[in-house]
């Protein structure tokens, strides 16, 4: 593996050898500037920012997830905002419950009569489940 500074100093020079055609052809005569314009429509110029990117990756990097985690932040207290204005505005959050509180009621009644949790959540067409959490509260 090359050093970081190696890397940087490979990177100047590619830098430096693709900015001659370059020049050539913003700074030659008229006439030979059709000669220039493929290679550095299409080589010179993408080496070379693509080069120049790869050498300040790090920064980018950074500044990019610095921004991602801004952006993060307003994102939950935009979310946390939100949440509040529904729960002022009387919003319930969470699952409905499957059984009205009348059929809660009756089962609770027909559990404390003897009738076992099974048949009582199989006429409900609820699990047992549900019904073992109705008699624990």
């Known amino acids: 593996m090359i050093s970081n500074a190696t890397q940087r100093s ?22 030979e500037v059709q000669q220039y314009a493929d290679g550095v429509r299409y080589i010179f110029v993408p080496v070379m920012v693509l080069s120049g990117l790869w050498m300040f990756s790090g ?58 949790q099974r048949s009582v959540a199989r006429s409900y067409n609820v699990s047992q489940s549900t019904i073992s959490r109705l008699t624990a509260i």
Request: aromatic share 8%; charged share 25%; glycine share 8%.
């Open 10 to 31: 490979i990177l100047r020079w590619i830098h430096i050898i693709v900015t001659i055609p370059i020049f050539g052809y913003i700074y030659g005569p008229a006439s």
């Open 59 to 116: 920064v980018i990097f950074a500044i990019l997830g610095v921004a991602a985690k801004l952006e993060r932040r307003r994102i939950l207290e935009r979310t946390a905002r939100g949440r509040a204005d529904a729960k002022a505005n009387g919003v319930k959050f969470g699952r409905k419950p499957i059984l009205t509180p009348h059929q809660q009621k009756e089962a609770r009644q027909r559990i404390a009569v003897g009738e076992t």
